[in-house]
Antibody, heavy 122, light 106 residues
Framework: QVQLQQSGPGLVKPSQTLSLTCAIS??????????WNWIRQSPSRGLEWLGR?????????DYALSVKSRITINPDTSKNQFSLQLNSVTPEDTAVYFC????????????WGQGTLVTISS | EIVLTQSPDFQSVTPKEKVTITCRAS??????LHWYQQKPDQSPKVLIK???QSFSGVPSRFSGSGSGTDFTLTINSLEAEDAAMYYC?????????FGQGTKVEI
């Protein structure tokens, strides 16, 4: 049974970098059929897919256009986890952030991490 | 980007009532449409995959239908525990997108 456990700070100052980690158990971040996603949820934007990383003989990333210039999603094979970095944050980036898995050919999100409320405020 | 529009935004119902939520896509997405339930302070959970396929462990009162641009989630004989937000999600093309959600209140 795959489980995802998120960690990271709940408060980030404007213009700084938001960093979250999603630890994987019961699966491998290098699994060639999986993809590892970040999604956020806010009252103003609803559920918004931010991007994903996946391994198919080499590592690939896809990012939403809305954050493409500011986002990095990286795998960490030594710790079997993946991370989200969002640069130059503003109060509009305040949201609950989730990590979630999809599988190739089965592109629904399951499972999800527990969610992390990140507030952007000085 | 594919836009998903759900209706209604809010529905107040009584137990044992039938609930129908629709999701309309801005372009043809085949059957690449999934439904989720989210309760307060929880992560979303899959109810229906590929428009009409029940997800493992989901009660049989939840069903889905549709293809192309118009989709429906039906909850037969609603139970109190079904009070939640419901979202559709398309996986036809990146970026993956979600509907704005429908709140079902008992």
């Amino acid at each position: 049974q795959v489980q995802l456990q998120q960690s990271g700070p709940g408060l980030v100052k404007p213009s700084q970098t938001l960093s979250l980690t999603c630890a994987i158990s019961g699966d491998s971040v290098s699994d060639k059929s999986g993809a590892w996603n970040w999604i956020r949820q806010s009252p103003s934007r609803g559920l918004e897919w931010l991007g994903r990383t996946y391994y198919r003989s080499k590592w690939y990333n896809d990012y939403a256009l809305s954050v493409k210039s500011r986002i990095t999603i990286n795998p960490d094979t030594s710790k079997n986890q993946f991370s989200l970095q969002l640069n130059s944050v503003t109060p509009e980036d305040t949201a609950v952030y989730f990590c979630a898995k999809t599988q190739w050919g089965k592109n629904w999100f399951d499972p999800w991490g527990q969610g992390t409320l990140v507030t952007i405020s000085s | 980007e594919i836009v998903l529009t759900q209706s209604p935004d809010f529905q107040s119902v009584t137990p044992k009532e039938k609930v129908t939520i629709t999701c309309r896509a801005s372009q043809n997405i085949g059957n690449n449409l999934h439904w989720y339930q989210q309760k307060p302070d929880q992560s979303p959970k899959v109810l229906i995959k590929y428009a009409s396929q029940s997800f493992s462990g989901v009660p049989s009162r939840f069903s889905g239908s549709g293809s192309g641009t118009d989709f429906t989630l039906t909850i037969n004989s609603l139970e109190a525990e079904d009070a939640a937000m419901y979202y559709c999600h398309q996986s036809n093309s990146l970026p993956w997108t979600f509907g704005q959600g429908t709140k079902v209140e008992i």
